[in-house]
């Protein structure tokens, strides 16, 4: 099992990160939580790895925290919750903000992340609500992180759609997400993705 990466980052393109360790470049999935944390292109980063082996593919998964790592690990075990998922639900909240939602039994603010249904939702409210502590009470240090590099500004629009359709929104919601927030100020793809997202759970 690949347990942790530590090498210079090579490509970053939602929601994948292409990483050099030692000449070897390993393509991983990281959820948009873990992108914003991320140093940009050209940088050393160390990313926490969950492997998942399958008969007709092996990924790897990325966090820069323990935490999130832990509930992307927890998030896959519930039944109807795949790795594709688990990302898409890490995109939409970190750690701290889907154990709030676990605690309100915030069941409508699961349901408005992409792939999430009512009973999905309610799933996870019933499944996972006496993990929420196990996940808060042991948070490790985050690591040291830069502010991601900058795009050019014909490639934002692009790359936030892309990386949105990826997380598991439809072409034209993502489109009218990204459309919504365009007008804000943001300078980086990650930007308008973050943006997109918080407005997405209004």
């Known amino acids: 099992m690949i347990e942790r990466l530590r090498g210079i980052i090579i490509a970053k393109q939602a929601p994948e990160v292409i990483i050099d360790v030692g000449g070897v470049g390993y393509e991983v999935r990281v959820p948009m939580t ?74 409508d603010a699961l349901v408005a992340l992409p792939g999430v249904g009512k009973k999905t939702g309610e799933r996870l409210l019933v499944e996972m609500r006496d993990k929420a502590g196990q996940w808060l009470s042991d948070v490790l240090p985050t690591q040291g992180v830069a502010s991601p590099a900058s795009d050019t500004k014909l490639d934002i629009r692009g790359e936030a759609e892309q990386a949105l359709v990826a997380l598991g929104y439809k072409p034209t919601e993502a489109s009218r997400l990204i459309s919504a927030v365009e007008s804000e100020d943001v300078e980086t793809s990650e930007g308008l993705i973050r943006a997109a997202l918080q407005s997405a759970m209004r």
């Open 34 to 107: 873990t992108i914003y944390q991320l140093p940009g292109v050209g940088e050393e980063c160390i990313l926490l790895t969950h492997f998942v082996v399958r008969e007709d593919a092996q990924q790897l998964f990325g966090f820069v925290r323990e935490i999130d790592r832990r509930l992307f690990r927890d998030l896959i075990k519930v039944n109807g919750v795949g790795p594709k998922l688990a990302l898409a639900i890490l995109s939409g909240m970190d750690t701290e903000q889907f154990a709030a939602c676990l605690n309100r039994n915030d069941v």
